[in-house]
């Protein structure tokens, strides 16, 4: 089984996004993946029509295996665990903090029904589960080509297992393109080979409520994540 953690470098960079359409590219290629919402906005669960008013939320479970009664099949092969914010605004208790402890505990029981799993972090600077990260097979920070990541990427630096995914590119800025050349320059093989161009369909599809993969498969967001699930089973082939 394979452990990835996806975070942006700042809110708003569209890790979430990322994650629904790399998860579910991954399961497109025959894969059984496990999609684990961290963040207490519990956003995952709308680009999958599951909506806020549903209760379920691996956050209420009391013990670790009780998981698997809050999370959804959205088809067979792949299943989301989403937050539950809705169990916090009744409860008034957040667990949130003992996240990485949780799915700790959980990991070792995955392996038999999941080739994948990936957990949508919460963004720097409070990027939790370090726990998960240190664990994970491939940690990836999700970054939009500007100046401001440039700068917050530097500053956060780069673990061994780190990986650099470049999300929203607009080739015909000049300036992003050449941020992005530079992360290449300094980071190598550390930046995913495929970014994600900046598509106006990954926006269409959140309201659709589907990921873009689904909303619009040959759509140029849609065949990014495609290039990048293709890149991760051939980086990645043996689960460890």
Same mark, same amino acid.
């Given at each position: 089984?394979?452990?990835?953690?996806?975070?942006?470098?700042?809110?708003?960079?569209?890790?979430?996004?990322?994650?629904?359409? =790399?998860?579910?590219?991954?399961?497109? !290629?025959?894969? %059984?993946?496990?999609?684990? /919402?961290?963040?207490?906005? $519990?956003? +995952?669960?709308?680009?999958?029509?599951?909506?806020?008013?549903?209760?379920?939320?691996?956050?209420?479970?009391?013990? &670790?295996?009780? #998981? !698997?009664?809050?999370?959804?099949?959205?088809?067979?092969?792949?299943?989301?665990?989403?937050?539950?914010?809705?169990?916090?605004?009744?409860?008034?208790?957040?667990?949130?903090?003992?996240?990485? /402890?949780?799915? +700790?505990?959980?990991? @070792?029981?995955?392996?038999?029904?999941?080739? #994948?799993?990936?957990?949508?972090?919460?963004?720097?600077?409070?990027? *939790?589960? @370090?726990? +998960?990260?240190?664990?994970?097979? =491939?940690?990836?920070?999700?970054?939009?080509?500007?100046?401001?990541?440039?700068?917050?990427?530097?500053?956060?630096? *780069?673990?061994?297992?780190?990986?650099?995914?470049?999300?929203?590119? /607009?080739?015909?800025?000049?300036?992003?393109? $050449?941020?992005?050349?530079? #992360? !290449?320059?300094?980071?190598?093989?550390?930046?995913?080979?495929?970014?994600?161009?900046? /598509?106006?369909?990954?926006?269409?599809?959140?309201?659709?409520?589907?990921?873009?993969?689904?909303? %619009?498969? &040959?759509?140029?967001?849609?065949?990014?994540?495609?290039?990048?699930?293709?890149?991760?089973?051939?980086?990645?082939?043996?689960?460890?």
């Amino acid at each position: 089984m394979n452990l990835v953690t996806l975070t942006g470098v700042r809110g708003g960079g569209g890790t979430t996004t990322v994650a629904g359409m =790399l998860g579910d590219a991954l399961h497109a !290629r025959g894969q %059984r993946v496990l999609l684990v /919402d961290l963040n207490a906005a $519990d956003l +995952l669960r709308l680009h999958f029509d599951i909506p806020h008013r549903d209760g379920r939320g691996w956050v209420s479970s009391a013990f &670790a295996a009780e #998981w !698997r009664q809050q999370a959804c099949e959205i088809r067979p092969g792949l299943t989301l665990a989403p937050f539950g914010r809705k169990a916090i605004e009744d409860s008034g208790v957040s667990h949130l903090l003992r996240g990485d /402890d949780f799915w +700790l505990q959980v990991a @070792p029981d995955l392996g038999a029904d999941y080739d #994948w799993v990936l957990f949508d972090c919460p963004p720097y600077p409070n990027r *939790l589960a @370090p726990a +998960l990260r240190f664990r994970s097979t =491939l940690d990836v920070l999700v970054v939009h080509p500007d100046i401001a990541a440039h700068v917050l990427l530097a500053q956060i630096g *780069l673990e061994q297992t780190t990986h650099v995914l470049v999300n929203g590119l /607009d080739s015909a800025r000049q300036l992003a393109c $050449d941020v992005v050349l530079d #992360w !290449r320059f300094r980071y190598g093989a550390q930046v995913v080979p495929q970014a994600v161009a900046l /598509d106006e369909s990954v926006h269409e599809a959140l309201a659709h409520k589907m990921p873009v993969t689904q909303y %619009r498969p &040959a759509a140029v967001a849609s065949q990014a994540a495609a290039a990048i699930a293709q890149w991760c089973l051939a980086t990645f082939p043996e689960p460890v």
